[in-house]
């Protein structure tokens, strides 16, 4: 092999180490990204459902209507109260439980843990669908 002469680089060889860190914390986020493709299902049969759901429900109420696809607007309200009330009521508990050493978990074991119970929550779903 000729030696490099700077016209026609090697991309492999020239990688600062700094490239290399990147590339590597890239690479460590791909399970997370991974994982929340099952988030995503979930997202989007809990939208579907709630568009379906409108769809057979009598929307009107007085002189007013309700579309459908609004409905999805209370699984967000329902997520948001949710957060408020982690914030302000399960995080304060668990810290006064956990009184000597408080270690609140961290943002990823948060997500850790979401992931994990919409993942049960869709399982057991899809086998009740199939009984």
């Not at 002469?5 to 860190?21: A, I, L, M, S, Y």
């Not at 568009?51 to 009107?60: P, S």
């Not at 270690?103 to 009740?128: D, F, H, V, Y």
Request: proline share 8%; with cysteine; net charge positive.
């Amino acid at each position: 092999m000729a030696p490099d002469d700077g016209e026609n680089p090697h991309p492999w060889r020239v990688c600062t180490v700094t490239q290399v860190k990147e590339v590597k914390c890239v690479l460590r986020l791909l399970p997370i990204w991974l994982c929340t493709i099952l988030s995503s299902i979930v997202f989007i049969q809990m939208i579907s459902l709630f568009v379906e759901q409108g769809a057979t429900m009598n929307r009107k109420n007085s002189n007013f209507y309700i579309p459908p696809a609004s409905m999805t607007v209370f699984g967000i309200i329902s997520t948001s109260v949710f957060i408020i009330c982690y914030d302000k009521l399960i995080l304060p508990l668990y810290v006064k439980i956990t009184k000597p050493k408080p270690n609140p978990p961290s943002e990823l074991q948060r997500m850790e843990i979401g992931l994990a119970i919409a993942t049960t929550a869709i399982i057991t779903t899809q086998a009740k669908i199939c009984k």
